[in-house]
């Protein structure tokens, strides 16, 4: 969802993809924005939501509370998937390889496991006080993931 509005051309889907191509981190307001435009859409058109990478800050965690309110959205789980973080290096370096992605760098990619312990970590710790969060074991096939998410839903 959040990949369709930042590909298709809209003033802020062009501005995050900036952010996006140059590794770096999409900024609150900008990411907030799209997420707000996505979610009204798929309300309106009777559609439920995946939000992969978001939140990733306190203050992103808190504006999707107040845009879930304003939205009416009320049935809302938190699914977390956890693997090692040299895992997630090879794979995401595989996929900057296998399609070109300027931003998949192992470098890039250290730089935002920093970022994410120093930023999203306790975006979990929030979300653990607030809502149900089901963690769940990242590592096997696509299909062994999508059962485990699925039973913890």
Known sequence: ???????????????????????????DAVIIGLVGEVLAKDKAEGRGFLLDGFPRTLAQA???????????????????LEAPEEELIARMVK????????DDTEETIRYRLTVYHDQTQPVSDYYEKIRKVARVNGLGSVEEITDRIKAAL
């Not at 051309?9 to 900024?27: I, M």
């Not at 509370?65 to 938190?78: E, K, P, R």
């Open 1 to 27: 969802m959040l990949r369709a509005a930042i590909k298709d051309g809209t003033p802020l889907g062009l501005e995050a993809k900036k952010f996006v191509e140059s590794g770096g981190l999409v900024p």
């Open 62 to 80: 808190e504006a999707l509370d107040t845009l879930f309110a304003d939205l009416g959205i009320a049935d809302v789980s938190i699914v977390m």
């Open 95 to 102: 996929r900057g390889e296998e399609l070109g992605r300027k």
